[in-house]
C-alpha cells in the first residue's frame, strides 16, 4: 500500500451539497495527501520540507459538460484545506506576489510572513520571534551621518535599551528628611543603574545565559559579523544608510535566515518542557502567481540559498503557484505521481546539497493532461493538526504540580511535623515523623529540639544547653589549632511519645542523662586552653521513640553519620531494657559502635553486643540486695511481688521487669506466696497490714497508681514497701508524689546512693575524692544546670541517673585522651587526627583502664571482667522515704550492697 492511500481516504469528508464540492483537477486528492503527510510533525525526528512549486497550465478549455482545471484552481482548496480545521489548524500565511505588501520587496513579504504567523488564531500557542524582529527593526533605525561616531553608538544603544524594556523618565528625588532623600536617591540609582548594566551585559556576549539573541547575529555568517567585533558595531550597519554599502542579497537572507531560526527555537522539542510537543504539524506559506522574475520567485530562491549555505533545516512547508519553475529544474512531475516525486527529491537531496545545486530543494508539479470528470461525491475534508500527546498536554503540567505537592506534602508530613523539622541552616540533624506522630532521628543542634509537650521544659532546656557547649567545643578546638582530641558521643534516649500532664515532667530519667552528659561536656571545656591533650566533647541527642520502638530507624540514621564523621566514637543511653532496645544494640554492635548504658540493668544485655559496657548493676545484684535486706533488716522470710508492664507490652518485650520477676523467682523461691500483674484501677485491700515484704517489681509510670491504690488502706498501710530502681523516677518528680499518701513510707533501689548531694559534700570536706568533690562543683555552677545542684539552702537534688550517665561520657572520654597521649607522644603539639582512632578501638581502650583497679566513678568502682558487659560488684542501695509527699526531706540510705572504691569490700549491710 502506498504511502499517501491512508491520508488520501481521510481527506474525503461526508457528502456535501453540489455547489460546496471542490473541483480538484487530477491528481489533486494525490498532492493534498501528499500535503498531509508532509504537514504532519512525526513524533520522533523532523522530516525536511522542501518547496513544492505548482505549475499552471497555459491554456483553460471551456465547453458545455466540462472545464480542465490548472493549478491556479488548487489555492482557493488550499486555503480551505489548511484554514478550516474543526480543531487545530495549521499555522499558515497566504501571500500574493503579484500584489505584494508594502514595497513590494523582500523585507516587506517576510514582514507580512511574520505578521500572520504571529497571529493567536490557530488553536495553539503564538508562534514567538525574537532574532526577525530585532533584525527587521535595526533596519528602520535611521542615525545621522556626519555626527560623532560616539553619538551615533550611543543613540543605537539608548534606542536598544529602551526597545528592551521601556523606561519612564523619573526625577531625582527631593523633600523630606536626610534618611528619606538618601534611600530614594538609592532607589533611584538602583533603577537607572541595574537596567543599564543588564543590557551591556546582554549585549556583551561575555555572559552566557544574557542576550543569547544577540549572540545568534555575531555567530552566524551573513554580513561578516566578525568584522564588526561587538554587537552594537554589527547593528549599526543594518540601520538606515549604513547599510548601503552591504550587499543587499546578503541583507536579504540575513533577514531570512533569522526568521527561520525562529521557527527552529519554536519547534525544538525539550523534555523539559512538554508545550515544545504540542506543535505536531508545520506551519506552511501559500504564495501564489510566483514568476523566476518577481518577489515571490526571489523569496522561494532565497529561503532553498539559506537552506543550503546554513546546513540548517527549518520547519516552513512552502507551496508556490506559478507559471513556468526556475530553467535549472528538471520536468515536472504530475500531480498524479506527487508522492513519488516527494520520494526521490528526498532520496536525493543530500547529494544535492552536498554539489551547491540551484533550486535543490524545489519539487515542482503540474496538472495532468487527462481532464478531471465531474467533483467527487465527498467534499474535501479540512486538515487539523494532530492532537498532541497526552503528557504534553495543557492539564499537565498543573496535574504534575499537584502530584508533586501532594507528594511533597506526603514526603514532608513523614519527616516534618510540629516540632520536628530538618535543619535549613546548618547542624547534623536528621529527623523524621514516625507512624506514631514522634519525632524520630538526631541533632547537634538548636535547629531541632526534641519534645515539644507541655511540662517538658527542663528536658528542652538541658538540650539547648548541650548545643549550645557543641558550638562552643567546636570554637576551642579551632582556637586550639585542632591540637586536641575532639569526640562525638550520641545519646540515644525516649525522648518523645509519654502521655503527661501539663504540670507533670514525664522524661526524668532522660533527662538527668542528659544532664550527667552535659556535666561532663562543661567540665572538659573548663580545661586549660594550653592542656593540648585534653578532649573536646560533642553531644548528639537522638530519639527512639516511645519505648525505644523506633529505635531501628534511628539507628539507621546515626550509621550514616558515623560513615560520615569519623569523630563519632560511641552512644550513650537507651534508657529502658526492651527487646527493641535489644534490637537496637544488635544493630549498633553490626556498625561498629560502642554502647555505654547508664542505667540499662536487664540481665545479660551484654549478649546482644559485644561493644556493650553498662554502668549499673545487672537486675541479678538488684534481688540479691533485695533479699538481704528482707532477712537482716526486716527479719521477714514471706513476699508479695507485683509488676507491671506499660500498656501495649508483655514481659516477654519488657526485658527489665521479665528479667527482674525471674530473678525474684529464683531468689527467693517459695518465699514468695503472691505474684501478681497489676494493672490501673485494681484494688489492693488485701495487702492493707501486710506484714511481709510488700515488693513492686514495674515501671515507674504504674507506681502512681499502684501507691493510690493503697491509699485505701487509710490508717493499715502495708509494713514494708520496697519498689525497684524504677520507682526514683516517680520520687523525681514532684507533682506525682504530691497525691501519694502521707502515711505509707517508701522503699527503693538507688544505683546512684554515693552521689546524693549528701554524699557528694561528705566527699568533698574529706579532701580525698577529686572525682566527686569535681562533679559537685560542675553541678553546682551558674552557667550548666537549670537549676543549680546541691547548693546550700536549696532543696534540689542531684538526679538519680546525673551521675552514671557523667561516668559513661568520662569513661570513653579519658579512653581517648589516654590514645591521644600514646598517638602524640613523639610530638604533643600535633594536630588530631580523627580518623586515628576508631570506635572498637575506644571500646578496647575502655577496658584495658578498667582491667586493674576498675575505673573511679562518681557513682561507685566500675569494673567488667574480659568476658562481660555487665559490672562487677557495682555499689547499690536502698533509700527510704517516711513521706512520699514531703518532697522537701531527701531520701535516707538504709541498706547498700557492692563497693564504692577500691579499698572497700563487697559486702551488705544496713548504713
Given amino acids: 500500500m502506498r504511502r499517501s492511500e491512508v491520508p488520501r481516504r481521510e481527506l474525503i469528508g461526508q457528502r456535501q451539497p453540489p455547489g460546496g464540492r471542490d473541483r480538484l483537477p487530477a491528481g489533486g486528492l494525490e498532492f493534498f495527501a501528499l500535503l498531509a503527510r508532509l504537514l504532519r510533525r512525526p513524533r520522533r525526528g523532523d522530516r525536511r520540507l522542501p518547496l513544492l512549486w505548482l505549475v499552471h497550465s497555459d491554456t483553460l478549455v471551456h465547453s458545455d459538460t466540462l472545464v480542465r482545471a490548472d493549478t491556479s484552481d488548487l489555492m482557493a482548496p488550499l486555503r480551505r484545506f489548511l484554514g478550516q480545521g474543526p480543531r487545530r489548524r495549521v499555522p499558515h500565511a497566504v501571500l500574493d506576489a503579484d500584489a505584494p505588501p508594502g514595497a513590494g ?27 526577525y524582529p530585532l533584525a527587521d527593526w535595526l533596519m528602520h533605525q535611521s542615525l545621522s551621518f556626519g555626527t560623532d561616531a560616539d553619538d551615533s553608538r550611543a543613540a543605537l544603544v539608548r534606542r536598544l535599551r ?30 537607572r543603574a541595574v537596567p543599564s548594566v543588564v543590557f551591556r551585559a546582554a549585549v556583551s556576549g561575555r555572559v552566557p545565559v544574557l542576550g543569547r539573541h544577540y549572540n545568534w547575529f555575531m555567530r552566524q555568517q551573513y554580513l561578516a559579523p566578525r568584522q564588526s ?4 558595531g554589527f547593528a549599526e550597519r543594518l540601520t538606515a544608510g549604513w547599510r548601503d554599502g552591504e550587499q543587499p542579497d546578503q541583507v536579504n537572507k540575513l533577514l531570512l535566515h533569522a526568521f527561520l531560526e525562529d521557527l527552529r527555537q519554536a519547534y525544538r522539542r525539550r523534555p523539559w518542557r512538554p508545550s515544545d510537543w504540542r506543535r505536531t504539524a508545520y506551519p506552511a506559506l501559500l504564495l501564489d502567481h510566483v514568476a523566476p522574475g518577481n518577489v515571490g520567485g526571489e523569496l522561494v530562491r532565497l529561503i532553498g540559498d539559506v537552506r543550503t549555505e546554513t546546513g540548517r533545516n527549518d520547519p516552513l512547508l512552502i507551496v508556490a503557484s506559478g507559471g513556468q519553475p526556475p530553467p535549472e529544474l528538471p520536468e515536472p512531475h504530475p500531480l498524479t505521481e506527487a508522492d513519488e516525486a516527494y520520494d526521490e527529491w528526498a532520496e536525493a537531496l543530500p547529494e544535492m546539497r552536498r554539489l551547491r545545486r540551484k533550486a535543490a530543494w524545489l519539487v515542482a508539479l503540474r496538472p495532468d493532461d487527462t481532464e478531471t470528470g465531474p467533483p467527487s461525491r465527498g467534499g474535501m475534508r479540512p486538515f487539523s493538526a494532530p492532537d498532541p500527546p497526552w503528557w504534553s498536554r495543557r492539564f499537565l503540567p498543573a496535574a504534575l504540580c499537584l502530584v508533586l505537592l501532594a507528594a511533597g506534602g506526603v514526603w514532608v508530613g513523614s519527616r516534618w511535623g510540629p516540632g520536628c523539622h530538618p535543619s535549613l541552616t546548618g547542624g547534623r540533624v536528621s529527623v523524621e515523623v514516625a507512624g506514631s506522630g514522634e519525632c524520630v532521628g538526631y541533632s547537634d543542634s538548636a535547629a531541632q529540639v526534641f519534645n515539644n509537650d507541655p511540662g517538658q521544659d527542663r528536658l528542652r532546656t538541658v538540650q539547648e544547653r548541650i548545643f549550645a557547649q557543641n558550638r562552643a567545643a567546636e570554637e576551642v578546638w579551632q582556637r586550639s589549632d585542632r591540637r586536641r582530641p575532639f569526640l562525638t558521643l550520641v545519646y540515644l534516649g525516649t525522648l518523645t511519645g509519654n502521655r503527661t500532664r501539663a504540670d507533670e515532667e514525664s522524661y526524668v530519667s532522660e533527662r538527668e542523662e542528659l544532664e550527667g552528659m552535659a556535666t561532663a561536656q562543661y567540665a572538659l571545656l573548663k580545661e586549660s586552653a594550653g592542656a593540648d591533650g585534653a578532649a573536646l566533647l560533642r553531644i548528639v541527642v537522638a530519639n527512639g521513640g516511645r519505648q525505644m520502638v523506633y529505635a531501628d530507624r534511628a539507628v539507621a540514621m546515626l550509621a550514616e553519620l558515623a560513615r560520615d564523621d569519623p569523630t563519632v566514637l560511641g552512644v ?26 547508664p542505667t540499662l540493668s536487664a540481665d545479660k544485655m551484654d549478649a546482644n553486643s559485644r561493644l556493650y559496657l553498662q554502668i549499673s548493676a545487672p537486675n541479678k545484684d538488684q534481688v540479691k540486695l533485695v533479699d538481704a535486706y ?55 485491700v488485701d495487702e492493707c497490714g501486710y506484714p511481709g515484704l510488700l515488693f513492686y517489681a514495674g515501671r515507674w509510670s504504674e507506681f502512681d497508681g499502684f501507691l493510690r491504690a493503697l491509699r485505701e488502706c487509710g490508717g493499715n498501710p502495708p509494713r514494708h514497701l520496697v519498689a525497684d530502681d524504677s520507682a526514683n523516677r516517680y520520687m523525681a518528680n514532684p507533682g506525682l508524689r504530691a497525691a501519694a499518701p502521707g502515711n505509707l513510707p517508701v522503699t527503693y533501689v538507688s544505683k546512684a546512693a554515693l552521689a546524693t548531694c549528701a554524699a557528694l559534700r561528705a566527699a568533698q570536706d574529706r579532701r580525698d575524692d577529686d572525682a566527686r568533690a569535681s562533679f559537685l562543683s560542675w553541678i553546682q555552677a551558674d552557667d550548666l544546670l537549670d537549676p543549680p545542684r546541691c547548693r546550700p539552702g536549696s532543696e534540689e537534688q542531684v538526679g538519680e541517673r546525673v551521675s552514671l550517665a557523667y561516668d559513661a561520657s568520662m569513661m570513653m572520654v579519658r579512653a581517648v585522651e589516654s590514645l591521644a597521649a600514646r598517638l602524640h607522644h613523639a610530638d604533643p603539639r600535633q594536630r588530631w587526627e580523627p580518623t586515628s582512632v576508631n570506635p572498637v578501638g575506644v571500646h578496647a581502650e575502655v577496658l584495658r583502664q578498667n582491667a586493674g583497679q576498675g575505673y573511679p566513678g562518681v557513682a561507685g568502682l566500675i569494673r567488667f571482667t574480659p568476658d562481660s558487659g555487665e559490672p562487677v560488684d557495682k555499689r547499690l542501695a536502698l533509700m527510704r522515704v517516711e513521706r512520699v509527699p514531703d518532697v522537701a526531706t531527701a531520701p535516707v540510705e538504709v541498706f547498700r550492697c557492692g563497693v564504692a572504691d577500691a579499698s572497700t569490700p563487697a559486702a551488705c549491710g544496713p548504713v
Avoid at 519612564?168 to 523630606?176: D, K, L, N, W, Y
Avoid at 567585533?229 to 552594537?232: E, P, S, Y
Avoid at 544488635?586 to 556498625?591: H, K, S, T, V, Y
Fill in 162 to 191: 529602551d526597545r528592551r524594556g521601556t523606561r519612564t523618565p523619573e526625577a531625582p528625588p527631593s523633600g523630606g528628611d536626610a534618611v528619606s532623600i538618601a534611600s530614594q536617591v538609592v532607589l533611584w540609582l538602583v533603577r
Fill in 572 to 597: 550513650v543511653g537507651l534508657v529502658e531494657s526492651r527487646t527493641s532496645t535489644a534490637r537496637a544494640l544488635r544493630e549498633l554492635n553490626q556498625i561498629g559502635l560502642p554502647v555505654l548504658a
Fill in 229 to 232: 567585533v561587538t554587537f552594537l
Fill in 630 to 684: 528482707a532477712q537482716q533488716v526486716l527479719k521477714t522470710n514471706e513476699a508479695h511481688v507485683f509488676y507491671t508492664t506499660l500498656e501495649g507490652s508483655t514481659l516477654t518485650e519488657d526485658l527489665y521487669v521479665g528479667t527482674l520477676v525471674d530473678g525474684l523467682r529464683q531468689q527467693f523461691g517459695p518465699r514468695i506466696t503472691r505474684l501478681d500483674e497489676w494493672r490501673n484501677g485494681q484494688r489492693l
Fill in 105 to 131: 520587496d523582500v523585507p516587506a513579504l517576510l514582514r507580512e510572513l511574520h505578521r500572520q504567523l504571529s497571529l493567536e488564531a490557530f488553536g495553539a500557542a503564538r508562534l514567538r520571534f525574537r532574532h
